[in-house]
Antibody, heavy 118, light 110 residues
Framework: QVTLRESGPALVKPTQTLTLTCTFS??????????VSWIRQPPGKALEWLAL???????YYSTSVKTRLTISRDTSKKQVVLTMTNMDPVDTGTYYC??????????WGQGTLVTVSS | EIVLTQSPATLSLSPGERATLSCRAS??????LAWYQQKPGQAPRLLIY???NRATGIPARFSGSGSGTDFTLTISSLEPEDFAVYYC????????????FGPGTKVDIK
């Protein structure tokens, strides 16, 4: 079955770089049409899409945070990594990885809460 | 940038009632709109993709309609487990891919 699981630090300081890892199973990211995205949600607020990596290793970013993000993959480890530089308290929230593109985000991880505070 | 607006912000209904949720886009998204349900402390769950296609395992009481800029999610008869927040989400239809979520509609028990 398809599963995704996020991992990373629960607490980062302002100006630091956040690195999150999504470890997935049950599908191959090199299969045509497969994609993994990162999506975040500040406490009590709406969802925000951040970045996507596709089956061809093409990468797409939200324009609002594009300059701070890097998404990459390790297909042998079945992992997708997101780095976000220059973290700020407004970046506090739950970060999800999710599979999908053309038919919606059909599988999600449980999310990881990241707090930005000194 | 395409902005999604959802209405109402909160919908207070009783079990068994019909729920009608609206999502409006600032410009046409064709039919590339999805709906998600999120309960407290849980990840979102895909309900509908491409405006009207139910995702795998989604009960028939959930239906989606619309195209262009106006979309509707209908829950024909609310079950106790349907009280949650619902988000719409658009995607671009070709690269460069981008996605936008709406602000959400909370369906709570009257």
């Amino acid at each position: 079955q398809v599963t995704l699981r996020e991992s990373g630090p629960a607490l980062v300081k302002p100006t630091q770089t956040l690195t999150l890892t999504c470890t997935f199973s049950g599908f191959s990211l090199t299969t045509n049409g497969m994609c993994v995205s990162w999506i975040r949600q500040p406490p009590g607020k709406a969802l925000e899409w951040l970045a996507l990596i596709d089956w061809d290793d093409d990468k797409y970013y939200s324009t609002s945070v594009k300059t701070r993000l890097t998404i990459s993959r390790d297909t042998s480890k079945k992992q997708v990594v997101l780095t976000m530089t220059n973290m700020d308290p407004v970046d506090t929230g739950t970060y999800y990885c999710a599979r999908g593109l053309y038919r919606g985000f059909d599988y999600w991880g449980q999310g990881t809460l990241v707090t930005v505070s000194s | 940038e395409i902005v999604l607006t959802q209405s109402p912000a909160t919908l207070s209904l009783s079990p068994g009632e019909r729920a009608t949720l609206s999502c409006r886009a600032s410009q046409s998204v064709s039919g590339y709109l999805a709906w998600y349900q999120q309960k407290p402390g849980q990840a979102p769950r895909l309900l509908i993709y491409d405006a009207s296609n139910r995702a795998t395992g989604i009960p028939a009481r959930f239906s989606g309609s619309g195209s262009g800029t106006d979309f509707t999610l209908t829950i024909s008869s609310l079950e106790p487990e349907d009280f949650a927040v619902y988000y719409c989400q658009r995607r671009s239809n070709r690269p460069p891919f981008s996605f936008t979520f709406g602000p959400g509609t909370k369906v709570d028990i009257k």
